[in-house]
C-alpha cells in the first residue's frame, strides 16, 4: 500500500517518533522529541512534494528524526550542555529504531504516561498528544477546553515526568497488575472522551475512538498486558464503535436508541467485541470493563429477548459498585422502564434531581411521552436549553413539534 | 511557453501544525504540483526549511532566522512553464498555502537568457 497515502501515518509516527527518543534520551527530554518529530514532518512537506515520496517514508521519518537528535547531541556536547541531551539508556540507537525497538518503545510510553505521579486529566492529555498524535488545537476540541489550558496542562504534566524522574520501563512483575490498571483507565477515558464529547467534530471524534482501540490492541500483543480487563475493555470499545453510524448524537443516542437504524450497525465490529469477550471470560477477576462491555453486547441483542433488558438491569446496579455517574445511573433508569415500566423510572429518576444535566431532562421527555406528554415536551425544552451540538439540537427541535 | 516562478509566503511561518494537519498539507502540495507535472508544466521546485536561516544585512551582520525582522516567511517555490503570467496566476491559485489567510503565492517570469520575454 501506498504508505504516504495511509490515513494518520503522520500521527501514528508522531507515537513511535516520540517513543523512540525517549527510549533513547529520557522522557525527561519530551518536549524536545515532540519538536524533533514535528520538524521531522515540516522536512517531508518541505521535500517530499518536490522530490517525490521515498518508497519507504517510515524509515525516511525515522531516519530524519534520528539525525536530528543526534545533531543536538553532537551541539549539546560541543557546547558542554550534557544536561540538555543526555543518554538515558544502554540500549543502541540502531536497535531503538528497529521494528522490536519502536513496537517496545510505544508501550513503555504507554506506562510512563499513566504514571501514578500524573493527575488523571493530564495522563489523559499526554495519551491524546504523545500516543495519538494529536495537535494542541485538535485536543482542545475534544476537550472542548481552549488551547492555552491544554498547553499549560501539557506542560505541566512534562514538568512531573521530569522531576519525579519517571523512566521508561516496564513495571516489575508485583506491579503490573496496578500499573496496567492505570494504563487501561487512561485508555478509557480516552475512548471516552471520544465517545461521549459534543465536540462538534464527529470525524476527530471517531478517530480517537479508534486511536484507542489500536492502543489496546498494542497492550494484547504485550503478554504481561493481554489480561482479562484489557480483552475486555478491548470489547466494550468494539461494541460502542459499532453504532458510530447509527447514532446520531451523545444526547440523541439516549433518547434514539429504539429508533436508531439496526442495519447501521457495524456487525464485523460486533462479532470482533463478542470474541474478545469470549476470551476476557478467563479468570475470577471481574473487572467494570467485563461489566460494561457485557452491557453493550447486550444492547446489540434484539428487543424480542425477553432477557435482555432483566439483564442489562442487573448490570446496570453491579456496575453501582465500581463506583457511578450520572450516565450509570440515567442508563441504569432506562432499563429500569424497559423492566418496570415508566411510573417506576420516572420516582426513581426525579429523585435525582439533575435539574442542569441535559441527560436527565432527555431521559424524563422519554418517560413521560406516553403518559404526559406536556411534561415530557417540557422536559424537551429544557434538553434544548442543555445540548450544545448542532445534531442535538436539530433533533431535540424535531421532537419539539 | 516562458517560465514562471511561484513563491509561497507564509504570514507566520513559525505556527507549529499538528501532524494531521501536515500530513493534510502534504496530500495537498502532492496533488497540486502533480497536476501541473501532469500537464507537463512543471519544471522545479522545492521547500526553505526554516533552519539554519540566517539573514545577512547590508552593515554584514548576520541574524539568525529567515524573518529580517518580519513575520512574513518564504516556504518554497516551484517554478512552471505557462504561456502567460494568468496562467501561471491560475496554477498558483490551486496551492494549498493559500488556505492560510495572510498567506500568498507570488508569480515572477524567470529572466531568459536571450532578454526577450
Known sequence: ?401 | MKEYALIMRHDDGAKVASPEQIQAWMKQTMDWIGGIAAKNQFVSGTGLPFQEAKVVRHDKSVVNGPFGGLKETIGGFIVVRAASSDEAAEFAKGCPVLQGEGNSVEVRLIASGDGVH
Request: aromatic fraction near 10%; hydrophobic fraction near 40%.
Open chain 1, 1 to 401: 500500500m501506498d504508505q504516504v497515502d495511509v490515513p494518520h501515518l503522520f500521527r501514528s509516527e508522531f507515537r513511535r517518533i516520540t517513543s523512540s527518543l525517549c527510549r533513547y534520551h529520557g522522557i525527561a527530554h519530551l518536549q524536545l522529541a515532540e519538536d524533533i518529530a514535528s520538524e521531522t514532518f515540516l522536512a517531508a512537506l518541505e521535500t517530499w512534494p518536490y522530490r517525490g515520496k521515498p518508497d519507504n517514508p517510515a524509515a525516511w521519518l525515522h531516519r530524519v528524526a534520528r539525525n536530528k537528535a543526534l545533531n543536538l547531541l553532537k551541539r549539546a556536547g560541543r557546547e558542554q550542555r550534557t544536561d540538555e541531551v543526555v543518554l538515558a539508556t544502554d540500549m543502541t540507537d540502531e536497535a531503538a529504531w528497529s521494528t522490536d525497538g519502536l513496537h517496545d518503545s510505544q508501550l513503555r510510553m504507554m506506562f510512563a504516561l499513566s504514571h501514578p505521579s500524573l493527575p488523571a486529566e493530564s495522563q489523559v492529555g499526554l495519551a491524546l498528544r504523545i500516543l495519538c498524535g494529536f495537535g494542541i488545537q485538535e485536543i482542545a476540541s475534544a476537550f472542548l477546553a481552549s488551547e492555552e489550558t491544554i498547553s499549560k496542562r501539557l506542560y505541566r504534566a512534562r514538568e512531573i515526568l521530569r522531576i519525579k524522574g519517571v523512566q521508561m520501563e516496564f513495571p516489575e512483575t508485583t506491579q503490573i497488575s496496578q500499573r496496567l490498571d492505570a494504563v487501561l483507565n487512561t485508555l478509557y477515558l480516552l475512548y471516552s472522551e471520544g465517545y461521549y464529547s459534543e465536540c462538534h467534530d464527529t470525524v476527530l471524534r471517531e478517530d480517537l475512538c479508534f486511536e484507542a482501540m489500536h492502543l489496546v490492541r498494542m497492550l494484547m500483543d504485550y503478554p504481561p498486558a493481554n489480561t482479562p480487563a484489557t480483552r475486555s475493555l478491548y470489547a466494550l470499545m468494539c461494541f460502542h464503535a459499532s453504532r458510530f453510524r447509527a447514532r446520531k448524537q451523545v444526547t440523541g443516542e439516549l433518547i434514539l436508541y429504539n429508533e436508531q437504524d439496526r442495519s447501521q450497525w457495524d456487525h464485523a465490529l460486533i462479532a470482533e467485541g463478542s470474541h474478545y469477550l469470549h476470551l476476557a471470560s478467563s479468570g475470577d477477576i471481574l473487572t467494570r470493563y467485563h461489566v460494561e462491555a457485557t452491557i453493550a453486547w447486550w444492547l446489540t441483542v434484539d428487543e424480542s429477548n425477553t432477557s435482555k433488558w432483566p439483564s442489562i438491569l442487573s448490570l446496570y446496579e453491579h456496575l453501582q459498585h465500581f463506583g457511578t455517574s450520572p450516565m450509570v445511573l440515567l442508563n441504569r433508569n432506562y432499563a429500569l422502564y424497559k423492566v418496570e415500566g415508566a411510573a417506576t423510572a420516572i420516582s426513581e429518576t426525579e429523585k435525582l434531581g439533575w435539574m442542569g444535566n441535559q441527560f436527565y431532562h432527555a431521559l424524563l421527555a422519554v418517560l413521560y411521552a406516553p403518559s404526559d406528554p406536556v411534561r415530557s415536551q417540557e422536559h424537551y425544552q429544557e434538553t434544548l436549553k442543555l445540548v450544545k451540538t448542532r445534531g442535538d439540537i436539530d433533533l431535540i427541535r424535531k421532537k419539539l413539534t
